[in-house]
């Protein structure tokens, strides 16, 4: 068996010691068991061992980028195309429109102009509220011409 280190000994000189002379069964340096110390000194190791150069940095990135792809076409895309439909629909709302604001509340649409910021909708018989365009969340039914509005005249 070899000779114990004494605690008094430089980090470095320690370390040099336990790397060439130390095994597991011998009498660590301080009480620390010489696995530990092992473990540790590999470790450092392990770290200053010089990377593949570029590639592989480029590489490490290759997940990160894959799941952003993979978030954007799952999530981002459909919901940007959900958003551009919901813009259009509410540019071409017309009179006869069922819609549903963002509370929840369902109406036929009675008088809608496209520079209003207001469409009048009817929420029940003979009962007609005032909803801002932007609250509108959803366009259930949506008729290519209006039912009520009249034919252009003949001339």
Excluded: W
């Amino acid at each position: 068996m070899k000779k114990a280190f004494a605690c008094t000994q430089t980090l470095d000189a320690r370390a040099a010691k336990i790397m060439v002379s130390h095994s597991v069964d011998e009498n660590p340096p301080c009480g620390r068991p010489a696995i530990m110390s092992d473990f540790f000194i590999s470790t450092a190791y392990a770290q200053t061992a010089g990377g593949g150069g570029g590639l592989s940095s480029i590489m490490s990135f290759l997940p990160f980028v894959a799941v952003f792809a993979i978030m954007y076409f799952l999530l981002i895309r459909p919901q940007q195309q959900r958003q551009k439909q919901l813009r259009n629909e509410l540019k071409s709302l017309r009179r006869g429109d069922r819609i549903v604001t963002a509370g929840g509340v369902v109406g036929v649409v009675q008088k809608s102009r496209d520079d209003a910021a207001e469409v009048e909708v009817e929420i029940a018989p003979n009962v007609r509220v005032l909803v801002m365009r932007d609250t509108i969340s959803t366009v259930l039914t949506s008729t290519a011409k209006p039912a009520n509005d009249a034919a252009l005249p003949k001339k």
